[in-house]
């Protein structure tokens, strides 16, 4: 995740690169570190997923798919691009995001139109379970049905705060960027929207793996999560 120094998850909020500072090089800096973690893809929840997709709903004649099993396009050996999507609410319109092989992972009230819909545009698509919140579940079936080792969560700060809640990160990358956005309420990387008393890290800690000051005063934050002192569960990866 990219972040301002007060934890910011936007950066059309972020205030302007100091003079002398190039504001390109500065945003080049996520698709750069993302690119030295070789992961198998990335994982984005539905608002930012739906900002990318450039579909459309259709409607699409086609027989019941009653049964609510996986669909497995060709993904030809491109990295995932996938999206938690439990009501089936994104329209992709093609196979891709960014040349990234696009899976959406559901709950199974999705209806047979919207199946049909995603089997017409080529995406891949997987069930967590009756509501779509077995995200330890869909994380084993991409596993297994796509061979996938590593992903990037790319946010937003509520998926991030969900799968943070349910043990799935097994490591922090943060860039933080030398800007502000200074807004109360702001949305930050960390957004989980549990109970007020719920706290989504409970027994987990973090520590520090790596520290790199890059081009223009980004600093590049990598922490492991792991058990906290007196805590057995170990994160799930």
């Known amino acids: ?112 139109t919207y199946l049909a819909e995603l089997r017409e545009d080529g995406v891949s698509y997987i069930f967590a379970g009756p509501s779509g919140d077995d995200l330890p579940g869909a994380m084993a079936q991409l596993a297994y049905f796509f061979g996938v080792q590593k992903l990037l969560l790319e946010g937003g700060g509520t998926i991030n705060g969900v799968f943070l809640r349910h043990r799935l990160i097994n490591e922090f990358s943060t860039l933080i960027s030398p800007a502000l956005d200074g807004r109360a309420g702001a949305p930050s990387i960390i957004d989980y929207r549990g109970a007020i008393d719920e706290s989504p890290g409970a027994g987990q800690a973090l520590r520090l793996m790596g520290c790199e000051i890059l081009e223009g005063g980004t600093v590049w934050l990598r922490h492991s999560v792991e058990d906290a002192a007196g805590h057995n569960d170990m994160p799930v990866t």
């Open 1 to 112: 995740m990219v972040t301002s120094i007060d934890g910011r998850l936007h950066p059309g909020h972020f205030t302007s690169a100091a003079a002398g500072v190039s504001a390109e090089v500065l945003a080049g800096h996520y698709e750069d570190v993302a690119s030295r973690l070789a992961a198998d893809g990335w994982i984005v929840g539905r608002k930012t997923m739906s900002e990318l997709a450039s579909g459309t709903e259709r409607s699409i004649a086609t027989l019941p798919i009653a049964m609510r099993e996986p669909h497995i396009a060709d993904r030809n050996g491109r990295p995932l691009a996938v999206a938690i999507d439990p009501s089936g609410r994104i329209h992709y319109g093609h196979d891709n995001i960014g040349g990234d092989h696009a899976v959406a992972v559901l709950g199974h009230q999705v209806s047979d």
